[in-house]
């Protein structure tokens, strides 16, 4: 069963933007955390942003004040808002959730590529 759909990559120009939306069933949506990964070719999986259920956010020191997550309640989506990107940022990118911090993240789903390029 598809939990968590990812979409909005593509390909940018260093400095441009690009808004990742992540899709979730409504269960999904109620857990608490939830969050924005990426991995980019032979690196591990990284954390981006978090963000709980009651809007608090946390973002890789890499990332911040350039990126930002959000979450709409209502259209059961979570977003990540992603301006002056950098060729590092090039990865697939991935969203998530758990009930709580510390517990395991659900099955992953296909990511969507971001390429930037220089």
């Known amino acids: 069963q598809v939990q968590l759909v990812e979409s909005g990559g593509g390909l940018v120009q260093a400095g441009g933007s690009l808004r990742l939306s992540c899709g979730a069933s409504e269960r999904t949506f109620r857990l608490n955390e939830m969050g924005w990964f990426r991995q980019a070719p032979g690196k591990q999986r990284e954390l981006v942003a978090l963000?709980?259920?009651?809007?608090?956010?946390n973002y890789a020191d890499s990332v911040k004040a350039r990126f930002t997550i959000s979450r709409d309640n209502d259209e059961k989506t979570m977003y990540l808002q992603m301006n002056s990107l950098k060729p590092e940022d090039t990865a697939v990118y991935y969203c998530n959730a758990r009930p709580s911090p510390g517990v395991a993240w659900l099955a992953w789903g296909r990511g969507t590529q971001v390429t930037v390029s220089s």
């Open positions: 963000i709980g259920s009651g809007g608090s956010t």
